[in-house]
């Protein structure tokens, strides 16, 4: 029988509030076999991960409600072995060390994206 982690490997939430931007990821990260879960709201994105478990948490920085540092932050408490990977439009360098050196994520990307960047760090 497989183990919850084998059952979740390749498996993707992205969340973003912009719905051309997560429809872009969703295309591209489907197109390279991953199972994607696309969300534009961060707390419905969180509800989500409590039922069910994902290998990589992708999500943009500013959203509403909650920014994608929070949300992170949060992901880890409920998925602590799902890694994050934050997206931003302005990154604030401070603000992405702290979160790197707290453990909140494991890599940022700069939007506009390169593609094979993306998907080499996912």
């Known amino acids: 029988m497989a183990t919850p982690t084998e059952y979740c490997r390749g498996s993707i939430l992205v969340v973003d509030d912009d719905e051309s931007v ?11 076999g991953y ?6 709201d961060p707390v419905a994105a969180l509800r989500v991960l409590e039922e069910r478990e994902f290998a990589v948490v992708l999500t943009d920085q500013q959203m509403p409600r909650i920014t994608g540092l929070e949300l992170l932050a949060r992901s880890r408490q409920v998925r602590p072995e799902s890694t994050r990977i934050l997206m931003t439009g302005v990154p604030n360098l401070d603000m992405v060390v702290n979160a790197v050196n707290q453990g909140e994520i494991y890599r940022f990307i700069v939007k506009p994206w390169i593609r094979e960047e993306l998907l080499a760090t996912v």
């Open 35 to 40: 199972d994607v879960t696309a969300m534009a």
């Open 22 to 32: 997560l429809g872009t990821l969703r295309i591209t990260l489907r197109r390279e």
